[in-house]
């Protein structure tokens, strides 16, 4: 059975811990709906092969919550809540990263062999999606009156 741990700060960065099966012949990270996965997942992508200097992301969800897990390699996530702003690097394939809905991400500094596992809570909707920066801000603030 899977175990997971969640590492809630005071901010944004919210890492979920998975645990890793393995022995000499190498390492297994099994995720388990109701287990290993905090989410109800509807959809899995993953990003790869992002040439050098280029950046992702650049939006907000209304309703769609993420959990965000490097693989291979790595990145820098930057999470923004309209008041906050705070980056970590995802690094492990143990760790995930929960992604809320309303919150901006921005996904940067991608290392050559950098593959980037996301597991969403509903289907691709593209009017759920807040792509300008401005218009954000504004949802953001006016959410939490």
Partial sequence: MSQVRLERGAGLIKWYDFQALGDERGSLVAFELGQAIPLDIKRVYYLYGT??????????HHNLT???ICVAGRCRMVLDNGTTREEAWL?????????????????????PDCVLLVLATEHYDESDYIRDYQKFLTEARNAKK
Avoid: C, N
Wanted: no cysteine; net charge neutral.
């Fill in 66 to 68: 993420q959990l965000a």
């Fill in 51 to 60: 040439a050098l200097g280029v950046s992702r992301g650049y939006h907000a």
């Fill in 91 to 111: 690094d492990s394939p143990t760790k995930g990263l929960l992604i809320e809905k309303m919150i901006w991400r921005e996904m940067h500094d991608f290392s």
